[in-house]
């Protein structure tokens, strides 16, 4: 089984970047995908997750910044992120959930938010 996002980086204040998680070995309509991040000395957080039916739920902090989606033809999940902060600075991991013992972790991307 393998996660691998893509498309992080260094982005200004306001701007914009949008995350990829391409997912193999694991049958991908089935889970539901995540995208949590990890900022310098905080703990890890949900920033959103969509079910496989496509039910969508954000974290507080980034309704209406945040879009995640997926795309089950390209094994493949996305988080369009719009007006970044700089509190938006972590590492964005990518999760993989079919039940609560069965879960697959990418190794995460960078994200930085300054100017």
């Known amino acids: 089984v393998q996660l691998v996002e893509s498309g992080g980086g260094l982005v200004q204040p306001g701007g914009s970047l949008r995350l990829s998680c391409a997912a193999s070995g694991i049958r991908f309509r089935a889970y539901v995908m995540a995208w949590y991040r990890q900022a310098p000395g905080k703990e890890r957080e949900v920033v959103g997750e969509?079910?496989?039916?496509?039910?969508?739920n954000y974290a507080d902090s980034v309704k209406g910044r945040f879009t995640i989606s997926r795309d089950n033809a390209r094994n493949t999940v996305y988080l369009q992120m719009n007006s970044l902060k700089p509190e938006d600075t972590a590492v964005y991991s990518c999760n993989a959930k079919l039940n609560a013992m069965v879960t697959y972790w990418g190794k995460g991307t960078l994200v930085t938010v300054s100017s």
């Open positions: 969509i079910t496989s039916g496509g039910t969508i």
